[in-house]
């Protein structure tokens, strides 16, 4: 697998302030990346640090496997970290082509673009007429211009209304089903959950949990359970393949598993073996649940 970037041990201090405490991320190439915490966990910094706009205190990060500089590395990433500024009295397709005049890109590419986050027939529209949605947008075509190999966004949706977010999400997947790997921060459990694959959870600087994104909801199962002799119902249940966990709470004989568990399936294998339930509930822990368990909100 491709090492996009490589994140090893970062720290930083801002005075007395730790923003960023040992973190460590290695991103590889086809995946979409979330960093998720709530607002002041460090993300900003960390991609700040990453792009070179943010001294680091310690620790090391590397691009594309440290074969480049990096300045040659960053001209190979797209990356908007800020309110996307351009130039209001010029058209969007204006503005794409004077980036591809500074960056020496064919002119070809702005049509491309437009494509892709949809503004092709707003493209002779100036930029002050554009919603704060659409402004993003362009803001995204022209971090593609160059075809970069990752995309870096800042909270991408911060302050767009709900059809606006709608189509910033549906565009971030689009580039990456066409390959380009991609790292945000957001604030939104819900963001990340549905865009990236792969997630990194900080709070006040620490990572919290680093994996996938179905990793962290992998606690697909809790099944409560009662009978009238729960004592038989949990002797029963120990030789039941794949339950990690089996717990007694307020009469209720709960369950913990990994994999899914089949409620019928575990019901009848109780009954041929005479232990009747008088309840079954099978309860899904959201993610927004293990969220909220881990950032102890
Ligand atoms: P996030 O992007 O997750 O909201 P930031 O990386 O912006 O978090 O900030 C992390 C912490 O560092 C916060 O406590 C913030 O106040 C602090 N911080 C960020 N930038 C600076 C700075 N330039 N000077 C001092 N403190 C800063
Ligand atoms: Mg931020």
Same mark, same amino acid.
């Given at each position: 697998?491709?090492?996009?970037?490589?994140?090893?041990?970062?720290?930083?201090?801002?005075?007395? @302030?730790?923003?960023?405490?040992?973190?460590?991320?290695?991103?590889?190439?086809?995946?979409?990346?979330?960093?998720?915490?709530?607002?002041?966990?460090?993300?900003?910094?960390? @991609?700040?640090?990453?792009?070179?706009?943010?001294?680091?205190?310690?620790?090391?990060?590397?691009?594309?496997?440290?074969?480049?500089?990096?300045?040659?590395?960053?001209?190979?990433?797209?990356?908007?970290?800020?309110?996307?500024?351009?130039?209001?009295?010029?058209?969007?397709?204006?503005?794409?082509?004077?980036?591809?005049?500074?960056?020496?890109?064919?002119?070809?590419?702005?049509?491309?673009?437009?494509?892709?986050?949809?503004?092709?027939? *707003?493209?002779?529209?100036?930029? /002050?007429?554009?919603?704060?949605?659409?402004?993003? *947008?362009?803001?995204?075509?022209?971090?593609?211009?160059?075809?970069?190999?990752?995309?870096?966004?800042?909270?991408?949706?911060?302050?767009?209304?709900?059809?606006?977010?709608?189509?910033? /999400?549906?565009?971030? /997947?689009?580039?990456?089903?066409?390959?380009?790997?991609?790292?945000?921060?957001?604030?939104?459990?819900?963001?990340?959950?549905?865009?990236?694959?792969?997630?990194?959870?900080? *709070?006040?600087?620490?990572?919290?949990? #680093?994996?996938?994104?179905?990793?962290?909801?992998?606690?697909?199962?809790?099944?409560? +359970?009662?009978?009238?002799?729960?004592?038989? @119902?949990?002797?029963? +249940?120990?030789?039941?393949?794949?339950?990690?966990?089996?717990?007694?709470?307020?009469?209720?004989?709960?369950?913990?598993?990994?994999?899914?568990?089949?409620? #019928?399936?575990?019901?009848?294998?109780?009954?041929?073996?005479?232990?009747?339930?008088?309840?079954?509930?099978? /309860?899904?822990?959201?993610?927004?649940?293990?969220? @909220?368990?881990?950032?102890?909100?």
């Amino acid at each position: 697998m491709e090492t996009i970037l490589s994140i090893k041990n970062l720290n930083k201090n801002y005075g007395k @302030l730790q923003a960023v405490k040992n973190v460590s991320l290695e991103i590889h190439k086809g995946n979409v990346y979330g960093i998720l915490g709530p607002n002041g966990s460090g993300k900003s910094t960390t @991609l700040g640090i990453v792009l070179n706009v943010v001294n680091k205190t310690s620790g090391d990060y590397s691009w594309f496997g440290g074969k480049l500089k990096t300045h040659d590395a960053l001209k190979k990433v797209g990356a908007i970290i800020e309110r996307p500024n351009f130039y209001p009295y010029m058209t969007a397709k204006e503005n794409l082509e004077l980036v591809c005049k500074i960056k020496g890109i064919n002119y070809s590419k702005v049509q491309e673009k437009l494509e892709i986050v949809g503004l092709t027939d *707003r493209k002779d529209s100036n930029f /002050r007429t554009f919603s704060l949605g659409m402004k993003q *947008r362009l803001a995204i075509a022209s971090a593609l211009l160059n075809d970069p190999e990752i995309l870096i966004l800042d909270e991408p949706t911060n302050g767009l209304d709900p059809q606006g977010i709608h189509q910033i /999400r549906d565009i971030i /997947r689009l580039i990456a089903s066409q390959g380009t790997t991609i790292l945000l921060a957001s604030h939104l459990l819900d963001e990340v959950e549905k865009v990236c694959s792969h997630v990194l959870v900080l *709070r006040k600087g620490e990572i919290l949990y #680093s994996g996938t994104v179905d990793g962290m909801s992998s606690t697909n199962g809790i099944i409560e +359970l009662k009978s009238n002799d729960n004592k038989s @119902l949990i002797n029963i +249940l120990q030789k039941y393949p794949n339950i990690d966990k089996i717990k007694e709470e307020d009469g209720k004989v709960i369950i913990i598993s990994k994999t899914n568990i089949e409620p #019928s399936e575990l019901n009848k294998y109780l009954a041929q073996n005479a232990v009747y339930l008088t309840h079954l509930v099978k /309860r899904n822990h959201s993610l927004e649940e293990q969220f @909220l368990q881990l950032t102890g909100k």
